[in-house]
């Protein structure tokens, strides 16, 4: 199939910077809907000559307005101010990033394709993109790993919601079943407060991290 054919070309970052929601949606809209071959930085030229040659069509310069085309980066966590909220964890497409909600975060740099994807959540502006040292380009064999992460963390998102839907139908057969719910109304009160003490938490821990970062 085409579509396949023109991902099997894409560095398979998941970054989003082609406008789409990934590599496969982007490959499938050159396949299908005509959009042009230059938009996909992490490729830069060299991917857009490969899309040429399979398609048949004349190469682009990058559409710059997409982003620039750079030797390959990685994320660093400054690991003295992460205050544990998992957004860079839910963030990240290719689970990278280790760590506990409430605890310090870190990135498996050998995992990082330098999506960037986990820097603008951060509430505390504690993650930097730092270009990996020697200097390097995104390989084939980068992409390959890469697709075969991004596929196990769909596999494995795809098992949390179906357990979560199956968490959520039991519950409400519970609550059908039960003469008596206030103690389901009890759990319900007990997880909203767990949340509200938890926003709490993550309000006051941003409110030292910012004095923190204010003071050095
Ligand atoms: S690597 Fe390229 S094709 Fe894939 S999501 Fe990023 S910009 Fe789009
Ligand atoms: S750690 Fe950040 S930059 Fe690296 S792959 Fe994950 S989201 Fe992308
Ligand atoms: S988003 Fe920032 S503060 Fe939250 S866990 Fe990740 S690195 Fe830590």
């Known amino acids: 199939m085409l579509a396949e054919r023109i991902n099997n070309l894409l560095p398979q970052t998941q970054c989003t910077k082609c406008g789409y929601q990934g590599c496969l949606p982007y490959a499938k809209a050159i396949a299908f809907e005509g959009a ?12 857009i000559a490969q ?5 048949d069509v004349p190469t682009l310069p990058l559409d710059t307005s997409c982003g620039e085309h750079v030797p390959l980066q990685v994320a660093v966590i400054d690991e003295q101010f992460c205050i544990g ?25 050998s995992d990082c394709t330098g999506c960037d994807l986990c820097v603008s959540p951060c509430p505390v502006d504690c993650i930097e ?3 990996v040292a020697p200097v390097r380009s995104w390989t084939s064999k980068d992409a390959a790993q890469a697709r075969v992460r991004y596929a196990n963390r769909q596999s494995r998102v795809a098992e949390m919601t179906a357990t979560n839907i199956r968490s959520e139908a039991i519950v409400e057969s519970e609550a059908v079943k039960s003469a008596d719910a206030a103690p389901i109304q009890q759990s319900a009160d007990s997880a909203a407060k767990e949340q509200t003490d938890k926003q709490l938490a993550i309000a006051q821990a941003l ?3 910012r004095a923190r970062r204010l003071s050095h």
């Open 51 to 55: 899309l040429a040659v399979l398609l």
């Open 129 to 131: 993109m730092v270009p």
């Open 207 to 209: 409110a030292r991290a």
């Open 85 to 109: 909220c998992t957004l860079c964890i839910q963030a990240c497409p290719v689970d990278a990033i280790v760590g506990a909600n409430k605890f310090m975060h870190t990135v498996l740099s």
């Open 36 to 47: 042009p071959i230059n938009r996909c930085p992490p490729g830069g030229n060299e991917g």
